[in-house]
């Protein structure tokens, strides 16, 4: 199964159908796609990784989530590169401004993590978070999720929302805990 989703996921990028069909009429309004599939696919590969599939899906939409309220930047790279121009280790997503190489090594999640770009881009999944603009390792205890309602925790990631209200959907209690 993860060799055929590693398989077709690596076809369609070189086919080019990363990009929506409306995109495919110029090519820069492709190109611009195409890098934001790479950026969200580089994203999902650092961040989530080891996670199971809806981990993966999960950390993607957080990026959507982000790139559609108004006091995030609206597309996928600038989101993703958000921060740390000055310090490391102080930008939304730590990989991106951790000093490491940003080259994928590991072929195998490296195709899942584009496979799972790919059907975030195309609209075939849903939000598993709740519309959550945050997210953390359970590793870790940052001082800003004080201050926020968590909604789920799938896999080893911890996802947060503003408030109850906020939250567009309720995760049954298996999913939401990553069993």
Same mark, same amino acid.
């Given at each position: 199964?993860?060799?055929?989703?590693?398989?077709?996921?690596? /076809?369609?990028?070189?086919?080019?159908?990363?990009?929506?069909?409306?995109? &495919?009429?110029?090519?820069?309004?492709?190109?611009?796609?195409?890098? !934001?599939?790479?950026?969200?696919?580089? &994203?999902?590969? *650092?961040? #989530?990784?080891?996670?199971? /599939?809806?981990?993966?899906?999960?950390?993607?939409?957080?990026?959507? &989530?982000?790139?559609?309220?108004?006091?995030?930047?609206?597309?996928?790279? !600038?989101?993703?590169?958000?921060?740390?121009?000055?310090?490391? $280790?102080?930008?939304? /997503?730590? @990989?991106?401004?951790?000093?490491?190489?940003?080259?994928?090594? &590991?072929?195998?999640? @490296?195709?899942?993590?584009?496979?799972?770009?790919?059907?975030?881009?195309?609209? !075939?999944?849903?939000?598993?978070?709740?519309? #959550?603009? @945050? $997210?953390?390792?359970?590793?870790?205890?940052?001082? @800003?999720?004080?201050?926020?309602?968590? /909604?789920?925790?799938?896999?080893?990631?911890? *996802? $947060?929302?503003?408030?109850?209200?906020?939250?567009?959907?309720?995760?049954?209690?298996?999913? #939401?805990?990553?069993?």
């Amino acid at each position: 199964m993860r060799r055929m989703i590693g398989t077709v996921a690596l /076809f369609l990028t070189l086919v080019g159908a990363g990009a929506p069909a409306e995109a &495919n009429s110029g090519n820069t309004v492709r190109a611009a796609s195409t890098e !934001a599939l790479r950026c969200m696919a580089l &994203n999902i590969y *650092f961040e #989530a990784r080891g996670e199971p /599939f809806l981990g993966k899906i999960a950390v993607g939409h957080v990026v959507l &989530n982000r790139i559609a309220h108004r006091r995030y930047p609206s597309n996928a790279c !600038a989101v993703i590169q958000q921060g740390g121009e000055r310090r490391r $280790y102080r930008c939304q /997503f730590s @990989w991106w401004c951790d000093g490491r190489s940003d080259q994928p090594r &590991n072929v195998a999640s @490296w195709r899942e993590a584009i496979f799972v770009a790919m059907l975030i881009h195309r609209g !075939a999944t849903k939000d598993p978070t709740g519309g #959550a603009l @945050w $997210y953390h390792a359970d590793s870790v205890d940052p001082t @800003w999720s004080r201050q926020m309602l968590r /909604f789920a925790k799938i896999g080893r990631h911890i *996802f $947060y929302v503003r408030s109850k209200a906020r939250a567009k959907i309720k995760l049954p209690r298996r999913l #939401a805990s990553g069993t």
